[in-house]
């Protein structure tokens, strides 16, 4: 029917006739909280590039994990920035490792939230790359059996859910065999399925101290340009035996999470980058948009376009606008 008849104005003329008719809600339960956590006590060191974040120690990430908790969020991810780094990232698979430590703690602080662990070597070389350097790239197969101790180290900490983000091909199968083999088979993994090689990671770098030292992530991560390519990406990571499949980058790769909606049926995670959240912050502090309002709008575009659950440095803002406070 065509105007006069139509006048799709009719249906936004009250406050409460918009939220009778809202497509989408982003709840509470979508979120995820990163947290990044350092050795020592009483650490807190502010991260530049990311106003309201910061490394935190074990005792302050139990804090923070409280109230993570008490603002109603379900699951907080972590991120580990070891004191030795090595060719190999020993430290991430070290039974003492900050991520075990902290996993520990936090499960018996807080049990009821769902502890989930990056599982990626790049905070713990050297070198930087989120692998084993043979010449000037991360082999492969060498690898997966470093991920795969990693991923079993926090599953034997107490860890709820391992999500690794390094994508080399293969290690979503890697880590599934090893974790049934010592007897977790219920464990499950969010894979980080179709992760970009993107820019948008810059100030996540810097609070994780992970930059590349030499050369970029193009070999490992996905060419921002491809979006079929997620497909497969995808496909092969079910195969495997992912229980979820993540998007990263979110807001640049909307696209990409609608895609993978109409095709899968698991449960799609979207992660709401650093650099996604460090432009919001800084537009905000110039005075240039409306902060808050920003957030939220990008939080629902990322539900609009097909996320179930949504990694976000905004968590806890984005939790105490739904209880109004
Ligand atoms: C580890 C990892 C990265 C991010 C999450 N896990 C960095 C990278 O791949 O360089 C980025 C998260 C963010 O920017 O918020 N590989």
Redesign the pocket.
Known sequence: MKFPVSRPRRLRKSQALRDMVRETAVSVNDLIC?LFVKHGRNVKIPIQSMPGYYQLSVDHTVKEAREINRLGIKAVIL?GIPDRKDALGSMAYAPHGIIQETVQRLKDAVPELVIIT?V?L??YTDHGH?GVVKGNDVDNDATLELLARMALSHAQAGADMVAP???MDGRVGAIRKHLDENGFSMLPIMS?AA?YA?S??????E??E???SFGD?KTY?MDPANAREAFREVELDVQEGADLVMV??ALPYLDVITRLRSRFDLPIAA?N???E?ALVKAAEKLGWIDGPKVMMECLCSIKRAGADLIVT?FAKEVAKVLKGL
């Not at 948008?200 to 770098?205: A, C, E, I, K």
């Open positions: 990163p991120f990056d990626c790049c905070e989120c983000s390094d994508m980080y992760k993107s948008f990671y810059g100030p996540f770098r609070a994780a992970s930059a590349p992530r991560q990263k980058p992660y980058v650093s650099g959240y440095y």
